[in-house]
């Protein structure tokens, strides 16, 4: 085993937050903003990377590291969290927004777990987090996630979040699912990941499900959410009070709107 060995538990149902157990200089590496609580004897540190043992020495070694995270969009730092006490610690990471934090035992996934650049949460320390290239140019184009995906790899546990419900599917060896780019969440790196057209012009312009459905051929197994982030945040702008458009006035949410700053003209 190369990766530390952690306990967790999670709690809550839609808002949840996964707590880890930590053993004497056990430690646990997370997206920065991630934490929500911890015992003493914790000791936080930010690092370059990601702090796995396949990193190359060095500063150009922990330079590409931080690299590869910049290129999926995500902070150049993350932070570690390791146990300096003598008993057993805790320390807990919360959900991003409403959803499921799904536990990936790595050893039993081939090593290997492709997920959305945003649906990391933490993992054991040893656990590489990368970018995985998307050879084929409809899946970079047009995938909802540009060219790269992260790729988790190792042999310990990582966290994944995901938005509402997740649902998990086993696909056989030449069973295909088409799902909306925006809920797949994460897969199994043996699974084949390509782009299909919706075809139909009245469809793809008025069916109001994008152009293109991501189409997955197993073997391996699927994990997709039922409510995507960028989903959840499209229909709270919608719904936000526009400048200069209509407040609802003489509504208690149009006096607040005013009492907290907008105009009334």
Not at 110 to 120: H, L, R, S, V
Not at 166 to 172: A, C, E, I, N, P
Not at 250 to 265: C, E, M, T, Y
Request: hydrophobic share 40%; proline share 3%; charged share 25%.
């Amino acid at each position: 085993m190369n990766n530390h060995e952690i306990d967790y538990i999670i709690h809550g149902d839609d808002m949840q937050f996964v707590e880890v157990e930590l053993d004497p200089q056990e430690t646990v590496i997370a997206e920065a903003g991630s934490l929500m609580m911890m015992e003493d004897h914790i000791q936080m540190e930010t690092i370059f990377g990601d702090g796995s043992e396949d990193e190359k020495p060095g500063l150009m070694g922990k330079l590409i590291g931080a690299g590869k995270r910049v290129i999926t969009g995500e902070s150049l730092f993350m932070t570690t969290f390791t146990n300096e006490g003598i008993g057993k610690k805790k320390v807990s990471f919360a959900s991003p927004y409403p959803g499921k934090i799904i536990p990936m035992d790595l050893s039993e996934k081939n090593g290997k777990i492709i997920c959305q650049k945003d649906a990391f949460l933490a993992a054991a320390k040893g656990v590489s987090v990368g970018v995985e290239f998307q050879r084929k140019i409809g899946v970079g184009f047009f995938g909802g996630e540009g060219f790269i995906m992260q790729k988790l790899e190792g042999d310990g546990m990582a966290f994944v979040h995901a938005g509402g419900t997740v649902h998990k599917k086993v696909l056989d060896v030449g069973e295909s699912l088409r799902v909306d780019t925006g809920c797949l969440v994460a897969m199994t790196g043996d699974v084949d990941y390509n782009i299909e057209y919706v075809g139909g012009i009245k469809t793809a312009l008025f069916g109001g499900e994008g152009l293109f459905f991501a189409t997955l051929r197993g073997p391996g197994t699927v994990w997709v959410q039922s409510l995507p982030f960028s989903r959840l945040a499209s229909r709270i702008f919608a719904a936000a009070p526009q400048r200069g458009g209509s407040k609802e006035e003489g509504s208690i949410a149009g006096g607040l709107f005013d009492l907290l700053g907008g105009d009334r003209r």
